[in-house]
Each structure stands twice: as structure tokens, then as C-alpha cells.
């Protein structure tokens, strides 16, 4: 790297480091004020407010969703846009138990950053902060895109916290299935064979579902919740329903997963009675393609800042992200950052806890600083850009 790449990464960390107390109060603040998809209302005001503060030029409300944003850091001149991606959305009933409130900062930080430390930056082309609302179960990211707020960034990376820091991980397809079965209410007591129980339905699908995990690909996982089991005890459950995800590292394997769930639904419906209703969320989450150009340049940035990548124990397996989307659109890295010990899983009040914790705090600062120089890597280098470009291609991107 030359003498000025050096000077200005280090101008870089040094304005990072100078923001970091104000970030932290920044990730606290989201943390302690949980906001659901859609709904990170406060988030995105203060996310916003940070960023225009330190001199980016923010735009609200982009894509048509009122908590999106995106903040322009601008170069020298047209040229390539490199957006770096924040999170803020937290999850019903156990908070920021994700730690997008350490993502959002991590983004808003490296954006901030780039604009305290250069003021306009002095390469061609832009950095853009995209806020990107509903990771937890409204695919933000996929709404953004379709709105086009993506049709000019040339690469795209976030990261995500997790018990250890990982550059590349893989993250699995999804589709997101409802399920209803429709009975008859009766007494439960005087009349139950007038009944027909749309309760049982929905268990004995839970019954068949776990049969057939057994037969299921080590990579895919099945999994639901049941959102309506019936009103009261002394009725027969004349209306259930149910929510599962069906996930795999592949999206063709998604869809075989929907035709055995189907036939499972079809058979607990059979069994009982009921009238089935399955349908699916139009949106399917894709699983992440890897780009190890851009892997490569922000594990590299790590090792600069002295944050080294820690070997993968092995212990966990793969969640999803619409972030997926967006790395089979164009390229795009979602490294993990460390921001707990090892062993403590992601959606669990534990993580939430250090989500908020010092460890939290450096990994996110950590985060910031490798976002950035990232960042300054792909502007400053034609050369790495074209490269992270022939990586997409080359693993299948169109
Ligand atoms: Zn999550
Ligand atoms: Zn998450």
C-alpha cells in the first residue's frame, strides 16, 4: 500500500477511536429502547442525526420505508459507491438479543468516521450508509433493493456480532411458510364429536415434522411456532395456525423442504378432519455468497488494527439474512465480529446482555475501523474493486 493509503487509514482509525465513546452511548441507547421491524423509529432518528452531525449528507426515508436511511460520504468526483450496511431492528420479547444495535453502530461509526477523518474523500466515487430496517423477519434489505436504493452500489458489507470473529460464514436460504387449518367449534364436553379439531391438525403436523427431520439434509432446518391454538378450553379449536421457517444452505432444497412440509400439512389435515390453507412469503432469503477478494482486504484490515479473526470452533450452525440477498446481487461481505464469549448463541437473553457489554463495545469499534478501511481499500483501488467484481461472477453472480 502507498505512504498515503498508510496516512489515511491511520487518520481513519485515530477518528474512529475519537467517536468511540459516542457510539457506545449510541449502541446503549438503541439497546435499551428495543424497536421491532419496521418500527425502529428512534433509531433511525438518532442513527440519522449522528451521521449528519459528523458530516454526512443523509437522506430519510429512502425505498419507501419510512426507517430507512442513506447517508452519502462523497468523493472526489464520480466513480464507484461502496455502501456499508446497518442494522437496527431487535426481536419480540427478548430485545436486542441479535446485537443490530452493535451493527447499526459499527456502520453509522465507519460512515462518521470517513467523513470526520477526510472530509470529502479523496478518491473518486462514495461511500453510503444504508439503513436497512426489518432483518428480523421483514426483509428490509430485499424491499430496499427492489425499490432500487441498491442500483448504484457497486459492493455492499455489514457486519454482525457473534461469540467469536469469523470473516466468512456461511448463512442458509429461507422460506417462510403459514399454515391454517380450519375445524368446526362444539361443546368440548357435551358435543366433542360435532367438533372438529383444528388443534390436533396442527399438532399432528408438528408430530410429522419431527418424523421427518430424520430424512432431512444435515444442513436444512424446520421449525415453528404455533401463532393461534385455539380460544378456550371448553371449546373444541375450531381455527389454528402456525409459522415455520424452512431453511438450507440451498434455495432449490428450500423448495423441495415446502413440498414435504405441504404433504405433511396435507396429512394432519386428512387425519382430522380439517381444511388446510399453506402459504409461503413471497420473499425467499437467499443464502450468502462469498466474496473473498472483499473477504480478504477486511481480514486483512483486522490484522492491521490488531483484531485478528478467531478459528471457528465448529460448535454452531448457520443462521440466515437478507443480507444473502444482496451478496447474489452484487458483491458483498457479512463478517462476524466477536462481541461475546465463545458458546453463547445468538436469540438468547444471554447475547442480548453482552450486546451491551465492554466486549461489545470493542468489537464494534473494531468493526467501524475495518468497515472503513474496507471501504478505503475499494475506492482507493480500481484494481481491488474490479477484482471483487470477477469474484461475484466467478461464484455464479449475473
Ligand atoms: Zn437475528
Ligand atoms: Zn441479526
Known sequence: MSATADSIKLKVTDAVDRLADELE?????????????????????WLTAFLEKHGA??????????????????????GPTVAIMAEYDALPGIGHACGHNVI??????????????????????????????AEEGGAGKVRLMDAGVFRDVDAAMMIHGRCGTQVWRPTLGIIKVKVEFFGQ???????????????????????????????????????????????????????????????SISVDYCWELLRRFTAAAQGAAMATGCRLSVTHDPIVHEPLRANPTMSDLFAKNLELIDFPEDPDDGQAGYGSTDCGNVSQRLPTIHPYIRISPDGVPGHSREFAQWARSPL????????AKALALTAVDLLASPESLAQAKRDFVAGGGA
Open 25 to 45: 452511548r449510541l449502541s446503549h441507547q438503541i439497546h435499551d429502547t428495543p424497536e421491532l421491524a419496521f418500527k425502529e423509529e428512534q433509531a433511525h432518528g
Open 360 to 367: 461489545a463495545r470493542t468489537g464494534m469499534v473494531a468493526a
Open 57 to 78: 449528507q443523509v437522506e430519510r426515508g429512502v425505498g419507501g420505508l419510512s426507517t430507512a436511511f442513506r447517508a452519502t460520504i462523497a468523493g472526489r468526483g464520480p
Open 185 to 247: 367449534a362444539a361443546h368440548a364436553s357435551s358435543w366433542p364429536w360435532r367438533g372438529v379439531n383444528a388443534l390436533n391438525a396442527v399438532i399432528g403436523l408438528f408430530n410429522a415434522l419431527d418424523a421427518m427431520r430424520q430424512q432431512l439434509r444435515p444442513d436444512a432446518r424446520v421449525h415453528g411456532v404455533i401463532t393461534r391454538g385455539g380460544e378456550q378450553a371448553n371449546i373444541i379449536p375450531e381455527y389454528t395456525s402456525a409459522e415455520f421457517y424452512l431453511r
Open 104 to 133: 447499526a453502530t459499527a456502520g453509522v461509526g465507519a460512515g462518521a468516521a470517513l467523513a470526520v477523518a477526510l472530509g470529502q474523500l479523496p478518491f473518486a466515487g462514495r461511500v453510503c450508509v444504508i439503513g436497512t430496517p
